[in-house]
């Protein structure tokens, strides 16, 4: 087994937060011996996890990735499950709150001994739980993009890391000639690193920043901040908003009257689930950086939003971190069933290389970084809500959380 780089915050300002997370978590309680929690898989049935926000601000995106989980978990069990066994779901709310992610997860894999746990959305719910998967043994499965810089033997990345979605999603915006860019964000891990990776490949690559801002997760008073964007008359706003907040901003900037065709926006964490709550008359013509939508053309992609319509209605869409969610449960699964065990150290030698037709295209699990191969959408919101694709790599690309293969990086590295 590689051996794993260890987790670093950037700015003092998340490192004091962390702490204060840390803070305010419950103690963990006693680890069974050799410090994992068995998992369930006795029986007929093999517990695992589902651990995202239900409520809170969150809930927006985080609930639509637990439906895609339970149909993953529908269909595997349908044709016989995993080592002849069903897979039973435990469903915990992390409830928008960083603490409580920690202690459900702790509960998860010690009361419950789950075998794994698919769950998390934002960065800071991820790394309040990874030091709890890490001294218990467990095993999670992250199913959204994030500001990379991170890896750990406890966690399989099944959403974009840094290289796969931020930094080409700037080089495409460089090359349509928006080079002036205000950076607009969410206060807490994911967007301040994505910013500071950002201004380090402006700085490199001939781009200018234009002003930084961030408000609170939850934050619906965009008055100010639109001003500052008009002020500064950037090319583009990057925007690295989380959860229900962006419903507030795109309102305030149309009822500014900036539309797509007067001031672009490049958003990485809005997607078409995202968009029926914020409302495609406010978003049309604005970028997005996936590596997935509904209207992803291969024939597995059209087997899978079929199965989620006719299972939670016509009206419902798939979006990029829906898929990786499913994506997830079926990678474990063909894990499981090649390692021959649940075992978490087992699963995860099994894990390396493996591949799968998923609907976004063949993806394959690194070895290494416990990440996968992803290929690069560069999007634009239709009216109906839908994106189309506007621009993509030519295959997938391979997960560089580090950004190792990147000069301008080299700051970055721990």
Same mark, same amino acid.
């Given at each position: 087994?590689?051996?794993?780089?260890?987790?670093?915050?950037?700015?003092?300002?998340?490192?004091? %937060?962390?702490?204060?997370?840390?803070?305010?978590?419950?103690?963990?309680?006693?680890?069974?011996?050799? /410090?994992?929690?068995?998992?369930?898989?006795?029986?007929?049935?093999?517990? &695992? /996890?589902?651990?995202?926000?239900?409520?809170?601000?969150?809930?927006?995106?985080?609930?639509?990735?637990?439906?895609?989980?339970?149909?993953?978990?529908?269909?595997?069990?349908?044709?016989?499950?995993?080592?002849?066994?069903?897979?039973?779901?435990?469903?915990?709310?992390?409830?928008?709150?960083?603490?409580?992610?920690?202690?459900?997860? @702790?509960?998860?894999?010690?009361?419950?001994? =789950?075998?794994?746990?698919?769950?998390?959305?934002?960065?800071?719910?991820?790394?309040?739980?990874?030091?709890?998967?890490?001294?218990?043994?467990? $095993?999670?499965?992250?199913?959204?993009?994030?500001?990379? $810089?991170?890896?750990?033997?406890?966690?399989? #990345?099944? %959403?974009?890391? !840094?290289?796969?979605?931020? &930094?080409?999603? =700037?080089?495409?915006?460089?090359?349509? /000639?928006?080079?002036?860019?205000?950076?607009?964000?969410?206060?807490? &891990?994911?967007?301040?690193?994505?910013? @500071?990776?950002?201004?380090?490949?402006?700085?490199?690559?001939?781009?200018?920043?234009?002003?930084?801002? #961030?408000?609170?997760?939850?934050? !619906?008073? +965009?008055?100010?901040?639109?001003?500052?964007?008009?002020?500064?008359?950037? *090319?583009?706003?990057?925007?690295?908003?989380? %959860?229900?907040?962006?419903?507030?901003?795109?309102?305030?900037?149309?009822?500014?009257?900036?539309?797509? *065709?007067?001031?672009?926006?490049?958003?990485?964490?809005?997607?078409?689930?995202?968009?029926?709550?914020?409302?495609?008359?406010?978003?049309?013509?604005?970028?997005?950086?996936?590596? #997935?939508?509904?209207?992803? *053309?291969?024939?597995?992609?059209?087997?899978?939003?079929?199965?989620?319509?006719?299972? +939670?209605?016509?009206?419902? &869409?798939?979006?990029?971190?829906?898929?990786?969610?499913?994506? %997830?449960?079926?990678?474990?699964?063909?894990?499981?069933?090649?390692?021959?065990?649940? *075992?978490?150290?087992?699963?995860?030698?099994?894990?390396?290389?493996?591949?799968?037709?998923?609907?976004?295209?063949?993806?394959?699990?690194? /070895?290494?970084?416990?990440?996968?191969?992803?290929?690069?959408?560069?999007?634009?919101?239709?009216?109906?809500?839908?994106?189309?694709?506007?621009?993509?790599?030519?295959?997938?690309?391979?997960?560089?959380?580090?950004?190792?293969? +990147?000069?301008?990086?080299?700051?970055?590295?721990?």
């Amino acid at each position: 087994m590689a051996s794993f780089k260890g987790v670093k915050l950037w700015g003092l300002s998340l490192a004091a %937060g962390m702490s204060l997370l840390a803070a305010c978590a419950p103690a963990a309680a006693p680890a069974p011996s050799g /410090g994992a929690a068995a998992p369930a898989a006795g029986g007929d049935t093999i517990k &695992v /996890g589902i651990l995202h926000s239900l409520s809170g601000t969150m809930a927006i995106s985080e609930t639509s990735v637990r439906d895609a989980e339970l149909l993953a978990i529908e269909e595997i069990n349908a044709k016989g499950g995993v080592l002849g066994k069903k897979i039973q779901p435990v469903i915990e709310d992390g409830a928008s709150d960083w603490p409580t992610f920690a202690e459900k997860s @702790k509960k998860l894999l010690q009361q419950d001994k =789950v075998a794994v746990v698919f769950g998390c959305w934002t960065s800071a719910s991820r790394k309040a739980v990874l030091p709890v998967f890490e001294s218990l043994k467990g $095993l999670l499965f992250y199913p959204v993009q994030y500001e990379g $810089l991170e890896k750990s033997p406890n966690i399989f #990345y099944t %959403g974009a890391t !840094t290289n796969q979605q931020i &930094v080409p999603a =700037v080089e495409y915006l460089l090359q349509q /000639g928006k080079k002036k860019m205000f950076l607009l964000g969410s206060d807490y &891990v994911f967007p301040r690193t994505a910013n @500071k990776i950002i201004k380090l490949q402006l700085d490199a690559q001939g781009g200018a920043l234009a002003g930084e801002e #961030y408000t609170p997760l939850g934050h !619906t008073d +965009y008055t100010t901040v639109v001003a500052k964007i008009r002020a500064a008359n950037p *090319d583009v706003v990057f925007n690295t908003l989380n %959860g229900d907040s962006n419903v507030a901003f795109f309102k305030e900037l149309k009822a500014a009257g900036i539309t797509s *065709d007067k001031m672009q926006t490049m958003s990485v964490s809005i997607a078409e689930d995202e968009t029926r709550g914020v409302g495609p008359e406010n978003l049309v013509g604005h970028l997005v950086a996936w590596n #997935y939508y509904q209207t992803t *053309d291969t024939p597995e992609n059209k087997k899978f939003v079929a199965a989620y319509k006719a299972k +939670y209605g016509e009206k419902r &869409v798939t979006d990029d971190p829906i898929e990786a969610a499913y994506d %997830g449960v079926y990678i474990w699964a063909k894990a499981v069933e090649k390692a021959g065990s649940t *075992d978490v150290d087992k699963v995860r030698v099994a894990a390396k290389g493996l591949q799968f037709q998923a609907p976004e295209g063949l993806v394959t699990v690194n /070895g290494d970084n416990q990440h996968i191969s992803k290929t690069v959408r560069i999007g634009k919101i239709r009216a109906d809500g839908l994106i189309d694709e506007i621009w993509s790599t030519p295959k997938p690309v391979e997960p560089d959380p580090y950004l190792e293969t +990147y000069s301008w990086a080299k700051s970055l590295k721990p």
